[in-house]
């Protein structure tokens, strides 16, 4: 059967729209539009169009919810990666934390200095949870 017959036929227990989605969905806008404007106001250009695409993401994952309804634990999951995922470059951290480079923000943080960091445990999750 091919897949967008098989999304046409399927029919949905739950609304779209449900409470969970919808403040799933509010926190990450929320949190993307926080992003771009912080990434923009400090001139972190890179960090812009990160969040950008973290934005195209949302849209597309609306997109598939739309037509196989993701779980709300599932919409947690992807929403609270995004918000880790936008912090990450954003936050800064103390000048004697170790970190990988010159940019002192999370995602340069080693938690278990030359083996772990931030990035690494938040990629992790967020490859554990889309698979």
């Given at each position: 059967?091919?897949m967008t017959?098989f999304?046409?036929?399927?029919?949905h227990?739950?609304p779209f729209?449900n409470?969970?989605v919808?403040?799933a969905?509010?926190?990450?806008i929320?949190?993307?539009?926080?992003?771009a404007?912080i990434?923009?106001?400090?001139g972190?250009?890179w960090?812009?169009?990160?969040?950008?695409?973290?934005?195209?993401?949302?849209?597309?994952?609306?997109?598939?919810?739309?037509?196989v309804?993701?779980n709300?634990?599932?919409?947690?999951?992807?929403?609270?990666?995004?918000?880790l995922?936008m912090?990450g470059?954003l936050i800064p951290v103390?000048a004697?934390?170790?970190?990988e480079?010159?940019?002192?923000?999370?995602y340069?943080?080693?938690l278990?200095?030359?083996?772990l960091k931030?990035d690494?445990?938040v990629?992790?999750?967020?490859?554990?949870v889309t698979?």
């Amino acid at each position: 059967m091919e897949m967008t017959k098989f999304w046409q036929e399927y029919e949905h227990d739950e609304p779209f729209w449900n409470p969970q989605v919808k403040a799933a969905s509010g926190l990450t806008i929320t949190f993307l539009l926080a992003a771009a404007i912080i990434s923009l106001s400090s001139g972190n250009d890179w960090f812009f169009v990160n969040a950008i695409m973290m934005g195209v993401v949302f849209v597309i994952l609306g997109y598939i919810h739309h037509h196989v309804r993701l779980n709300n634990a599932t919409i947690w999951a992807l929403s609270g990666w995004c918000v880790l995922h936008m912090a990450g470059g954003l936050i800064p951290v103390p000048a004697t934390w170790p970190i990988e480079g010159d940019i002192q923000v999370l995602y340069s943080w080693w938690l278990i200095p030359d083996y772990l960091k931030y990035d690494n445990i938040v990629h992790a999750y967020g490859f554990g949870v889309t698979t």
